[in-house]
């Protein structure tokens, strides 16, 4: 028996874990430096090897992340399959992430338990690919806090309502954010992601043709961008043709996203009205301006939807053997 696989059987069995009992301030950057010390490489490489083979797993995996840490925390819920007795949290209209994603989450899951069987938590894969995904990406890298616990709740019932909508407005975004104790510079920063990964016509074709009673497009909308949506989504067209967020660079990690805004070429309702909004445009400014501001302040903000919602205690969490289902 390898001295991995003993550690992890005595972590599972008598509930100890390494980075402590308590809330989300036993997270730790070192929390697997016993049991599993190479666990950032393994995802690190097997990121990088997925991304080559196929570009849309970088960008859904860091969408990934958002929606598992909004809907129960950062525990990995948004991994689990449903079931003839249950809709999981993934089924929800909102959550419509690649299935590339949940694939990769799997296979990196499987690269790491072949060094360190049971050791590591799905929650914790999910964080560390998010982040190497930003930076295969050509984005900021940044060091994990680590010691989640995988969750034992996903249904897509409770998951309504909390990942927000592409219809929301800045106030509505701020006001989600709060709740989960992430500021309006947080909501504005993560907005961020979007400069890479696509979004498809059904989350925007009402700004293109309904998008208020009287008025057909919404005036926000530079009106050559929309004229190019219109060729992607023609109206009454396939809702699940896509483009992509950034036009320009949408599989590079920048500030493009920001400057896009203020032209006028924000894909979502939700992207352009954050510089139509008094509370978020000047951080949209500030992040135009500088890439190297927007990239420090992502990592800090990443950082903080990490914590978002944790499960540290045996209560509350394990360490799933599958991902995609719940220890039986």
């Known amino acids: 028996m390898s001295v991995q696989l003993f550690w992890g059987i005595i972590f599972v069995l008598y509930g100890i874990r390494t980075g402590g009992l308590g809330s989300q301030n036993s997270l730790s950057v070192d929390f697997y430096e016993a049991s599993c010390p190479t666990v950032d490489s393994i995802v690190f490489d097997t990121m990088t090897k997925l991304a080559k083979e196929s570009n849309v797993v970088p960008p859904s995996t860091l969408r990934m992340f958002f929606h598992d840490c909004f809907i129960e925390g950062c525990d990995a819920s948004i991994m689990i399959s449903s079931t003839s007795s249950m809709k999981a949290e993934r089924e ?4 419509n992430i690649a299935q590339n994603a949940f694939e990769a989450i799997v296979e990196v899951k499987k690269a790491v338990d072949r060094v360190c069987p049971g050791v590591v938590s799905c929650a914790d894969i999910i964080a560390m690919a998010a982040r190497d995904a930003v930076r295969l990406l050509g984005g900021p890298n940044w060091d994990v806090l680590k010691g989640r616990l ?3 709740v996903s249904s897509a019932a409770r ?3 909390k990942v927000p909508l592409a219809e929301a407005d800045a ?6 954010f709060a709740a989960r104790k992430l500021s309006v510079l947080d909501m504005v920063v993560l907005s961020g992601a979007h400069t890479v990964g696509f979004s498809h016509c059904n989350q925007f074709t009402n700004r293109l043709y309904n998008f208020s009673p009287g008025l057909k497009s919404d005036p926000s909308l530079n009106s050559t961008f929309a004229l190019e949506l219109e060729q992607t989504c023609p109206k009454g067209g396939d809702p699940n ?5 950034d036009i320009t660079t949408p599989f590079v990690f920048d500030n493009k996203y920001f400057k896009n805004l203020q032209s006028g070429k924000g ?3 939700s992207d352009q009205d954050l510089v139509n909004s008094n509370l978020s445009v000047d951080i949209v400014r500030n992040l135009a301006s500088s890439q190297e501001v927007f990239f420090s302040q992502f990592v800090d903000s990443m ?4 914590n978002v919602g944790v499960k540290t205690k045996l209560s509350v969490g394990n360490i799933r053997s599958d991902c995609t289902a719940f220890n039986s």
């Open 303 to 306: 950082v903080k939807l990490g």
């Open 159 to 161: 998951a309504k309502g």
């Open 267 to 269: 894909l979502l309702f």
């Open 241 to 245: 043709r896509f483009q992509p967020f």
């Open 150 to 152: 995988d969750g034992f």
């Open 92 to 95: 929800l209209p909102e959550n």
């Open 171 to 176: 106030t509505q975004l701020i006001q989600a």
